[in-house]
Nanobody, 124 residues
Framework: VQLQASGGGLVQPGGSLVLSCAFS?????????VGWFRQAPGKEREFVAT????????AYADSVRGRFAISRDNAKNTVYLQMNSLKPEDTAVYYC?????????????????WGQGTQVTVSS
């Protein structure tokens, strides 16, 4: 299993970005739940959002709920993270990760496969 995160960049506060996580591998993408995590400089990696393999229930960190939306397109083997109303504190490297668990999980320890990360910088 390989995951490729993309879509990061520099955006002004209040702006929007869409991150993509492309899945590849022998197994079917439909069998995997996918989550997004982020790590800011000097801080530990933290959970952002996750979507299970059967689409619901999704879960979000309190800090992003109402501003971010996670979705998946099984036909394209891709998960998206729509990020709106971005704040400087959203600045971090964003990682996508996958597991084969049926239940929604927010713990990074429960994810077996990780992408390389994409940088998001929110600054004026």
């Amino acid at each position: 299993v390989q995951l490729q995160a993309s879509g990061g960049g520099l955006v002004q506060p209040g702006g929007s970005l869409v991150l993509s996580c492309a899945f590849s591998g022998r197994s079917s993408f439909r069998n995997y739940s996918v989550g997004w995590f982020r790590q800011a400089p000097g801080k530990e990696r933290e959970f952002v959002a996750t979507i299970p393999r059967n689409f619901r229930p999704t879960a979000y960190a309190d800090s992003v709920r109402g501003r971010f939306a996670i979705s998946r397109d099984n036909a394209k083997n891709t998960v998206y993270l729509q990020m709106n109303s971005l704040k400087p504190e959203d600045t971090a490297v964003y990682y996508c990760a996958a597991n084969r668990r049926l239940a929604t999980t927010t713990s990074s320890a429960n994810y077996d496969y990780w992408g390389q990360g994409t940088q998001v910088t929110v600054s004026s």
